[in-house]
């Protein structure tokens, strides 16, 4: 049974009347006649009581108008899906982030494409940047947000900059350090530290450990903790200071004050990483976002 068989089938049960059916279709009356002859023949019923004057649906025919019916807007949605898989507009995406991302551009750009393609499905992961970089290198994910600098990248990946940010003091409302507008990285000598472990994010661990050592000490760490909110969480509670990218304050934690740290300014950069080897159009169609929510001015383009 051809599709196409269905759908003259359709037409003339709509119109009831071979003429007007094949003027809407677009085609000849005999070559519709025939098709109709044809799937009676293969169906072996008759579909149409057809007279001089009219035509009518036998009752087979009335069945069988319903289920042609949901049978052609099945295959229409079939032909749709296909179309848009191919061009990105539907299918599926795997995005990877660090437990800093959300505080970003990366709500802005997760919005800007769900009203996009609404018919990509979005799968997160939130995961630190070494085993972000470890389920890109296995296939596990399409597209990675991650902070750089990379102790290392599989030889595929791509790594570009999108946001750079300075690094900045996190301190307890009623810290005595508070009153600075910008603080010493000497004066951190002696407090306690809330700290992720290095294999989280070792390119930014390095950075906040380097503003110590510049400073002449080694942080001491009195608490570790993976998640940024989690860090900010026990700044609030009083258990220690903690260096943070500066977008952690859109965390709005209460009893938590931000200072910039002193002398100068170090910068962390939150970078997009994908598998260049990825053909994928739905990673082309996310990545062309990206770049245009990374335009206006502040923000790093690729």
Known sequence: MEMRHLRYFVAVAEELHFSRAADRLHIAQPPLSQAIRQLEDELG?????RTKRRVQLTDAGRILVEEARRTLAQADRVISTARRTAD???????????SSAPY???PSILRSFRAQFHDVKLNLFERSTEEQIELLASGAIDVAFVRRPLEKAPEFTIVKTIWREPLMLALPNNHPLRRE?????????HEAFILFPRHAAPG???????????????????????????????????????????????????????????????????????????SS????????????ACKPPGRVVF
Do not use: K, W
């Open 45 to 49: 019923v008759r579909l149409f009581a």
């Open 88 to 98: 990105g507009s539907a299918g599926f995406l795997r995005v990877g982030f660090s």
């Open 104 to 106: 970003t551009i990366l």
């Open 181 to 189: 507008r910008s603080v010493n990285a000497r004066a951190l000598a």
């Open 204 to 278: 930014l661990y390095d950075q906040i450990t380097s503003i110590c050592s510049g400073a002449g000490f080694a942080p001491q760490v009195a608490q570790e903790a993976t998640q940024m909110q989690t860090i900010v969480s026990l700044v609030s509670a009083g258990l220690g200071i903690a260096i943070v990218p500066a977008s952690i304050r859109n965390l709005h934690r209460e009893r938590v004050v931000y200072r910039p740290i002193g002398p100068g300014t170090v910068m962390t950069e939150m970078a997009v990483a994908y598998d260049r080897t990825n």
């Open 281 to 292: 159009n739905v990673l082309e169609n996310f990545l062309q976002v990206v770049v245009s």
